[in-house]
């Protein structure tokens, strides 16, 4: 389709038309209806803007040509000289503006840019937007945003910027192009995110942040292009500038750009959101069924929080600056629980095993060898002591008693080291997995020594209970609980402790039996 479009406009005004036309002009034709509709123009701008667009969509017209060749004819720079630079090709062009590649001809030293120049009507608007995009750079110093070298006006009045020229991909090519990483993909947005915050803490709203106005380099180093459309939070000129013209890229603008309220530093957040979908599933929505534009990788619970925090649709209900969006991405990275989930206990409980895999593993392990071992010498102890008992029959049966104690160490011993990570080829293990490793040995080894079966699942039973395990602890118990008979009278308290604990986890799971 043709970019622009020329001819006579009579005495329509000709600045809001050519707006709208650069806006509509690549849209398909429903589209383009259903927005000239929305906009409320006077009857003879509403039609002169239809005729423009019909006409453009008219490719085998014979006047086709004739407007391909105006339009070429304005766009086209009137001089290759703009200060020392002297324009070398074009790099691309959108919106009201295009972008040449540029050498500095003063022969002082050698260098490259990239000049942004006004396409099409030059219209007064137009001039002011690059006037103030130059004047937005001018103000801006950051690593991850294009900064500005130069600027001017051609003889013919003609304002120009000169940029540091990036060599470099849009974003969305060159995650497809390299396939990163979830982190490198991370950190490539926590890069843009310092950018972002940069600009607001100058009270500068970008406004049109989408992946083509990224570039990433060879190093993988973000920078962030075309403030075109940004403007000045403190401005009155440009807040009636914003409201009263809506400019934006369809797809990623908030709420409150398509709706042409009032816009605020959370408008970019919500864009920031919506590249951070794309940048990790290759699609603006998630629920699309295309094919995705690259390489997708599995969201999780926290980085969709993440993302419908930033794209919610109130502005105040998103992340209140691009500070904590990149420190929930941070948080992310670095397994601590996120801002934009619930923090309820056990999901810090979640966080804290998964940031701890080893130490947590470990500190179960002995958990459970101390319990075992207190539990075997209380027994010890109640053996050795009880009045019932002869002195040697009391010397016997702890020395039995020690050794079912050695052995019950050696058996959760034997159980948990399977289950430890360098084992179990990483897999996060935690207390549940170190009880479930030592059950499943249980229940194939204790046929040798029935009465040190029943013994260990009543232990695991009431360990599984303090999991919160009710169901398995309930099955435990029962099975450790059948047949045994107490020697004396303390192993009586003892079992009726056990059948205690055997009523509550009934009484948990609602099943007390008739």
């Not at 009270?203 to 083509?212: E, G, M, Q």
């Not at 409201?243 to 750009?257: D, F, K, N, V």
């Not at 629980?337 to 895999?357: M, N």
């Amino acid at each position: 389709m043709v970019a622009q479009c020329t001819g006579g406009l009579g005495m329509h005004s000709l600045d809001p038309i050519a707006r709208h036309f650069e806006r509509l002009c690549e849209l398909s034709e429903q589209d383009q209806k259903r927005e000239i509709d929305s906009l409320g123009l006077a009857e003879a701008d509403r039609v002169m803007l239809m005729k423009l667009l019909a006409a453009d969509r008219r490719e085998g017209d014979p006047i086709h040509a004739v407007i391909v060749d105006g339009v070429a004819g304005i766009n086209a720079p009137d001089s290759t000289h703009f200060g020392p630079w002297r324009l070398v090709r074009e790099l691309g062009s959108g919106g009201m503006g295009t972008v040449f590649l540029a050498e500095r001809s003063d022969g002082h030293f050698e260098q490259k840019a990239a000049i942004k120049l006004l396409r099409g009507f030059p219209t007064s608007e137009g001039m002011r937007r690059l006037r103030q995009e130059r004047r937005i750079l001018a103000g801006l110093d950051h690593p991850n945003i294009a900064r500005l070298l130069d600027g001017g006006e051609s003889e013919a009045g003609q304002p120009w910027l000169a940029m540091e020229y990036v060599d470099g991909l849009p974003l969305l090519e060159y995650a497809r192009l390299h396939a990163p990483s979830l982190r490198d993909r991370l950190g490539l947005l926590g890069s843009m995110l310092d950018a972002i915050g940069h600009a607001h803490s100058h009270l500068i709203v970008h406004r049109d942040l989408k992946p083509a106005n990224v570039l990433v380099t060879r190093a993988g180093e973000v920078k962030l292009l075309d403030f075109g459309i940004a403007r000045l939070l403190d401005s009155a000129d440009e807040l009636a500038a914003s409201t009263s013209t809506r400019i934006y890229s369809r797809g990623y603008a908030s709420p409150e750009q398509r709706d042409g309220a009032a816009i605020t530093t959370a408008s970019d957040i919500f864009s920031m959101g919506v590249i951070l979908l794309e940048l990790l599933t290759g699609r603006r929505d998630s629920s699309a069924g295309d094919a995705p534009l690259v390489p997708a990788l599995p969201l999780d619970a926290d980085l969709a929080g993440i993302i419908a925090k930033a794209c919610a649709q109130r502005p105040q209900d998103r992340y209140a600056n691009a500070g904590e969006f990149g420190a929930d991405l941070q948080r992310f990275l670095e397994g601590r629980p996120v801002s934009a989930t619930q923090l309820t206990r056990g999901y810090r409980l979640r966080k804290f095993v998964s940031r701890h895999r080893i130490g947590v593993g470990v500190a179960a392990l002995a958990v459970l060898l101390v319990a075992v071992f207190v539990w075997r010498l209380e027994r010890e102890r109640d053996r050795a002591v009880n009045a019932e008992l002869s002195a040697q029959a009391a010397l016997e049966a702890s020395d039995r008693d020690a050794a079912r104690a050695r052995a019950s160490l050696q058996f959760l011993t034997d159980a948990i080291s399977a289950a430890s990570p360098e084992v179990a080829m990483k897999r996060q293990v935690g207390v549940r997995d170190l009880l479930d490793a030592a059950r499943a040995k249980l229940e194939t080894s204790d046929a040798n020594d029935p009465a040190f079966g029943q013994s260990m699942k009543r232990l695991l039973a009431h360990l599984y209970s303090q999991l919160g395990e009710a169901r398995i602890g309930m099955d435990l118990m029962r099975e450790g609980l059948v047949g045994v008979e107490p020697a004396n009278g303390r192993e009586a308290l003892r079992l009726a402790d056990d059948y205690e604990e055997y009523a509550k986890l009934l009484g948990v799971m609602d099943s007390i039996p008739m």
